[in-house]
């Protein structure tokens, strides 16, 4: 998502420094107009102050290693936001932690998946407000409209809604998916795909997971080479712990979550339908008996890129 978000804030008008693990990521954003940095030191280096650093990297230790460096390369005034989906106990540690030397830190909820951070993406911010203030019209430059970026609150908030999202998605992906293998099941010679195309057109169901099944289910011709193994990032598995902690109830995500789990060691139609609709919107990755697989077709492919 970081990739696509960069692309799309060149595309703005915006000067772009970015730095990546893989120098074959560099190379391709020094083709795009994007200034490659060779290192967390360089990037600072070639921004202007103040500056303003995202963080598009996985969740846990590698969020936590990129602070900690930037909190010591950074000036006070500076912003960090934090676009993965960390805990948002984390984010407010995270906060404190590059409060103390001045360097405003914000957390930032980001959905649209793969594509929405080409087009244009929906920010959920948590922070201070004059950070916040300081960011908005980027994050508005990226969004898909105005209406798109929310200030949740005080530290923490804007990681702790979009878990939240994280887990209302769950429980509407498992739901198509379970659709999916019932239509499958039907005894009828259903052309799935263009199924749920009609059903776009007015019904109550009608929505962007039900567009991105349909699609799948055409870019992969069907679901009968797939795994069934549907990678989990674990983040949902947060709002379940904190919600039986508050006594919530919340019996359509827990059920999502161990279907999710339960999908590793069985063959079915709906897991493989969970695996490629994950896939399509925020390019998890799909997996063969043996091996990752691939949809067919260039534009396929590039859904899943990063």
Request: hydrophobic content about 45%; overall charge negative.
């Amino acid at each position: 998502m970081g990739a696509n978000l960069a692309r799309q804030a060149v595309a703005k008008g915006h000067q772009v420094v970015a730095h990546d693990r893989d120098p074959q990521a560099l190379a391709a954003a020094s083709r795009e107009r994007i200034e490659p940095a060779s290192s967390l030191a360089d990037l600072v280096a070639a921004l202007p102050s103040p500056r303003c650093v995202l963080l598009y990297v996985p969740h846990g230790p590698p969020t936590e290693r990129v602070c900690r460096s930037l909190c010591r390369l950074l000036s006070p005034g500076d912003i960090v936001a934090d676009g993965g989906n960390s805990h948002w106990q984390d984010s407010i540690r995270r906060h404190d932690l590059l409060g103390r030397a001045g360097v405003r830190f914000l957390d930032v909820g980001t959905s649209g998946g793969v594509p929405g951070a080409r087009g244009g993406a929906c920010f959920m911010v948590g922070g201070d407000p004059d950070a916040f203030q300081a960011l908005a019209p980027l994050l508005r430059d990226l969004a898909v409209d105005e209406e798109a970026v929310f200030y949740a609150g005080p530290p923490g908030a804007g990681h702790f809604v979009k878990l939240v999202h994280n887990a209302i998605e769950f429980g509407m992906v498992q739901a198509i998916a379970e659709g999916v293998e019932l239509l499958m099941r039907s005894g009828y010679a259903l052309d799935i795909a263009a199924l749920l195309d009609s059903w776009q057109h007015g019904s109550v169901i009608r929505g962007w997971l039900v567009e991105l099944m349909a699609e799948a289910l055409r870019q992969w011709d069907g679901l009968e080479r797939l795994s069934s193994y549907v990678e989990d990032t674990g983040e949902v598995k947060w709002v379940l712990g904190w919600a039986l902690g508050q006594d919530i109830p919340t019996p359509v995500t827990s059920a999502a979550q161990l279907a999710l789990m339960q999908y590793r060691d069985q063959d079915s139609a709906s897991a493989k339908a969970v695996a490629i609709l994950r896939h399509a919107y925020g390019g998890h990755p799909v997996h063969l008996a043996s091996r990752p697989a691939e949809p067919k077709g260039r534009e396929a492919r590039a859904r899943g890129e990063r």
